[in-house]
């Protein structure tokens, strides 16, 4: 019996800030992860096909960021590329509480400590 796991592709885009009045599409984020009905990231899900959940950074005029998206200790999540270990994950500001729906907002703190808010432009079966 194959389980379906509700896997989607999340495209994050940078949303208004002082540098990006308008917000930009040319820097944020796509990832695959498994989603609920309310759209927040499944847990469960997750660890039966975490090596299905990419993401890949994109932000203009940088060369992508490719990794996967990582359940930590104590039940937060982020995006983690350097799987020989020296650069710094990205975590995701209340990832666990978020419904990824197109308008939503969240933020992601980058691999420097910034706190950086995107816009959910699209979800899409993965």
């Known amino acids: 019996m194959t389980e379906t796991l509700n896997l989607r592709r999340v495209r994050l885009n940078l949303a208004r800030s002082h540098d990006f009045p308008h917000g930009s599409s040319?820097?944020?984020?796509?990832?695959?992860?498994?989603l609920d009905q309310e759209g927040?990231?499944?847990a469960g899900a997750w660890r039966k096909a975490r090596d299905r959940c990419r993401v890949r950074r994109f932000w203009a005029g940088e060369q992508d960021d490719l990794g996967h998206l990582v359940?930590?200790?104590?039940?937060?999540?982020?995006?983690?590329y350097d799987i020989e270990g020296d650069e710094d994950d990205e975590p995701g500001y209340r990832f666990g509480d978020h419904s990824f729906n197109p308008g939503e907002y969240v933020s992601i703190r980058?691999?420097?400590g910034e706190m950086h808010t995107f816009q959910v432009a699209t979800v899409e079966r993965a």
């Open 71 to 80: 359940h930590r200790p104590g039940g937060s999540w982020a995006f983690h």
């Open 110 to 112: 980058d691999d420097e």
């Open 40 to 42: 927040k990231i499944d």
């Open 26 to 34: 040319r820097h944020g984020y796509e990832f695959v992860a498994p």
